[in-house]
């Protein structure tokens, strides 16, 4: 069974601090990791990654992916409140599915 | 703009009162999801679509159905409502061949 385990669960910062995020999964038949942004509302998309070592980027958000271990971190520099959020960690799962198996996701809270 | 609407973002339904929600998408996309969210858990599938071609995951209770009368609709029925069902429920579409799936807003059901 496809499964992705986040780390840590939950996180709280100051604002300015630094944060790196975790996401460690075992699937099938690995296509890609993606990392969604979850407010008190619907994941948004954040990135979606494929392959190892290449940095995606996008403003303060960036993220990467090791497939030999096999890990994704999702990093923000200079956090502000409004990042405070839940972060999801996804692959799809399932030999010629679509399906996303998620993660737990980590609860990340800025404070001023 | 091309988005997944969900409707309604609200719904109050007494124990045992079937309930339908809706998903509609202008994105054209092939594939299409219904999730469940409880608080503080990930999205947890329900079924999906692939064109007409209707996915049922194996844990999912009978007491769900759903239909997709068209690409662009998609409706979630719950027959008889316990109140374990109250939840976020999250319409998601893709297209086939990415790992990205675009969420609609959500409709929270409240069981009273």
């Known amino acids: 069974e496809d499964k992705v385990v986040q780390s840590p669960l939950s996180l709280v910062v100051h604002e300015g601090d630094t944060v790196t995020l975790n996401c460690s999964y075992e699937?099938?038949?690995?296509?890609?990791l993606l990392w969604y942004k979850q407010e008190k509302k619907a994941p948004t998309f954040l990135f979606m990654l494929?392959?190892?070592?290449i940095e995606k980027k996008s403003g303060r958000l960036s993220s990467i992916l090791d497939k030999k271990e096999p890990f994704s971190i999702l990093n923000i520099t200079a956090t502000q409140t409004g990042d405070s959020a839940v972060y999801l960690c996804?692959?799809?799962?399932?030999?010629?599915?679509?399906?996303?198996?998620f993660g737990k996701g980590t609860k990340l809270s800025v404070i001023p | 703009d091309a988005m997944v609407i969900q409707n309604p973002r609200y719904q109050v339904t007494q124990f045992g009162k079937p309930v339908t929600l809706s998903c509609s998408q202008t994105?054209?996309?092939?594939?299409m999801y219904w999730y469940q969210q409880k608080s503080s858990q990930a999205p947890k599938l329900l079924f999906h679509?692939?064109?007409?071609?209707?996915?049922n995951e194996a844990d999912t209770p009978d007491n769900f159905q759903s239909r997709r009368p068209n690409t662009s609709f998609c409706f979630l029925d719950i027959r008889s409502p316990g109140l374990g069902d109250a939840a976020m429920y999250l319409c998601?579409?893709?297209?086939?061949?990415?790992?990205?799936?675009?969420f609609g807003p959500g409709t929270r059901l409240t069981v009273t």
């Open positions: 699937v099938t038949n690995f296509r890609s």
């Open positions: 679509y692939y064109d007409k071609d209707f996915n």
């Open positions: 996804a692959v799809p799962s399932g030999a010629g599915s679509y399906q996303l198996t």
């Open positions: 994105l054209n996309h092939n594939v």
């Open positions: 998601a579409t893709q297209t086939s061949g990415t790992g990205e799936q675009y």
């Open positions: 494929t392959s190892s070592g």
